[in-house]
């Protein structure tokens, strides 16, 4: 009988021990908030880029801490934002306080990430932007670095940046119309989403365009989450606008690009449609998105030596080309180069090594702004650092057209861009 007690005393201390040790290991993981709309493909993308990040840092033992490797876990955050600023923000602090996130990654809609970012700051947590263009979120750090300084903007470019992107689009395809339609001084719509990111673009494209030897025939202010715009187009077409200088973000995307094909609108389509981004619109516009034009900060093509056996394993992975969203993949690594350096997790030694980021990714080069900058830690946009793309619907297969081949634009020259093509119904309107 003792020897029996001593047995089970003996399995029930090894039981115990195991039982710690697991528990030890796991609270050695770094967790991950990944925050975003997840019923919607920019919360989608969030996921699908972290998560192959993950998957890639853990098959290597995770993130050196030290001396010892930690891996991650990511934790799923569905803020809502695009309906409620409100669910956003209770979202990002029920997972700091709830599931005890390290990093934060993600967000896209401003004016829920501005409450998101308070909530981060509040708890001194690197919240790293992976979706909002706004400025005001880099302005902040440069206003209030103390409190602030724990944001970083990894993807998109902020919207100062993609206005010039889409403005050198936009000369792009009115010098094709000059060449190809013969019209000297073409008209152009404007179709932007009623969206806090939107309205410096706005603002913008009104002082900009004129001066690019352009006519400006009217502002449309759809809702990001319409789901009809034929009025808006209707309006455009019957303005005589030779072009559609769309921002828009959300949802609205889709029915956009499907009326304007199916409407066939005599106006070519340039600017920001991040719901073309995706695999997904050729199925969900059932074709009649071809030759939607849109600002993206990826594309098939070699913008780094990783671009496209990165481009072709995500969309493998996901079933979905990756929209500027799956930036989240580029903000693990940063992160991880950041905390190696730094050698702990502590937020202020994390911040002074982000700082120093310079690296290369599926997207191009990675850096900063430095603190005394009036866009601190907002991400660095030109040629030999990250310079987005531009992307068309070509006959089913989206290609990057921008920058144009050749190096026509700073001499920068991806290998994979093909020339811009105007939609062959607008060709044949206007040649009439």
Not at 187 to 210: F, Q, R, S, Y
Not at 283 to 311: C, D, F, H, K, S
């Amino acid at each position: 009988m003792e020897k029996w007690k001593k047995g089970i005393f003996v399995l029930a201390m090894v039981f115990l021990f195991s039982v710690s040790s697991f528990t030890v290991a796991f609270g050695q993981e770094i967790k991950i908030g990944v925050a975003g709309p997840m019923a919607y493909v920019q919360g989608e993308h969030h996921w699908f880029g972290a998560d192959m990040a993950q998957a890639e840092i853990n098959a290597k033992g995770g993130i050196l801490v030290g001396k010892t490797k930690r891996p991650i876990k990511l934790v799923k955050v569905d803020t809502n934002e695009i309906l409620s600023v409100t669910d956003a923000a209770s979202a990002v602090e029920r997972t700091i306080t709830r599931d005890k996130v390290d990093f934060i990654v993600g967000g896209f809609r401003t004016e829920a990430v501005l409450a998101m970012q308070d909530i981060a700051m509040d708890y001194k947590k690197i919240f790293l932007i992976c979706g909002a263009a706004h400025p005001e979120m880099c302005r902040r750090v440069a206003k209030d670095y103390e409190r602030f300084k724990y944001t970083f903007r990894v993807t998109p470019v902020n919207s100062t940046f993609l206005a010039r992107i889409s403005f050198l689009m936009t000369g792009m395809v009115g010098g094709m119309a000059r060449k190809e339609l013969g019209i000297p001084k073409p008209k152009v719509a404007l179709l932007i989403e009623k969206a806090a990111w939107a309205d410096p673009i706005a603002a913008a494209a009104e002082k900009t365009i004129p001066g690019m030897e352009m006519e400006i025939v009217g502002t449309w202010r759809p809702s990001a989450t319409a789901t009809e715009v034929t009025a808006e187009l209707s309006a455009i077409k019957g303005a005589g606008a030779h072009m559609i200088y769309h921002i828009l973000s959300g949802p609205v995307g889709v029915p956009y690009g499907k009326q304007w094909g199916e409407l066939k609108i005599p106006a070519a389509a340039t600017g920001i449609n991040v719901e073309a981004q995706k695999k997904g619109f050729w199925e969900a516009t059932r074709g009649m998105g071809n030759y939607q034009l849109t600002v993206n900060t990826l594309g098939r093509a070699e913008i780094t030596a990783e671009t496209i056996p990165w481009y072709d394993e995500f969309t493998k992975r996901a079933g979905e080309f990756p929209t500027y969203n799956a930036g989240t993949h580029a903000a693990i690594y940063i992160l991880k180069e950041a905390i190696e350096r730094a050698g702990t997790l502590e937020a202020g030694a994390v911040v002074l090594e982000m700082e120093k980021t310079d690296y290369v990714g599926p997207g191009g080069r990675y850096k900063f702004f430095p603190k005394d900058h009036e866009i601190a830690h907002d991400l660095i946009w030109g040629p030999g650092f990250v310079t987005a793309t531009g992307t068309q619907w070509q006959d089913g297969e989206l290609k990057v057209v921008w920058p144009p081949p050749g190096g026509v634009w700073e001499k920068v020259d991806y290998k994979g861009a093909v020339m811009y093509r105007l939609p062959p119904w607008v060709k044949e309107h206007w040649k009439k």
